[in-house]
């Protein structure tokens, strides 16, 4: 059974950092691509960041470009999410997801974590 599990999220200050961790279990992690997205209250899932199975490909959208690093330790099964300057508008429920490829679109993901609340305040 794929388990993904998202850790770190929590509430900071705007201008503030976080670093979101995913760990995951029951596939074969070396081998997937993972992805970042979040979701807002009322809005759609949004894509973030994503990175390749062996950590050498890496690719954002726009909002978080300059802010945000994806990366990932295979021994550790894990994807990470460093976020720098974080602004209010950053807020959002905070998901990782496991992939064939690297993808921006929701639907080409297969599994997903629970979520990471992140609230940045003002």
């Known amino acids: 059974q794929v388990q993904l599990v998202e850790s770190g999220g929590g509430l900071v200050q705007a201008g503030g950092s976080l670093r979101l961790s995913c760990a995951a279990s029951?596939?074969?992690?070396?081998?997937?691509?993972m992805g970042w997205f979040r979701q807002a209250p009322g809005k759609e899932r949004e894509f973030v960041a994503t990175i390749n199975w062996s950590g050498t490909y890496t690719y954002y959208g726009d909002s978080v470009k300059g802010r945000f690093t994806i990366s990932r330790d295979n021994a550790r099964n894990t994807v990470y999410l460093q976020m720098n300057s974080l602004k209010p508008e950053d807020t959002a429920v905070y998901y990782c997801?496991?992939?064939?490829?690297?993808?921006?679109?929701?639907?080409?993901?297969?599994?997903w974590g629970q979520g990471t609340q992140v609230t940045v305040s003002s």
């Open positions: 029951g596939l074969t992690f070396s081998s997937s691509a």
């Open positions: 997801g496991a992939s064939g490829g690297v993808y921006e679109r929701v639907e080409r993901y297969d599994y």
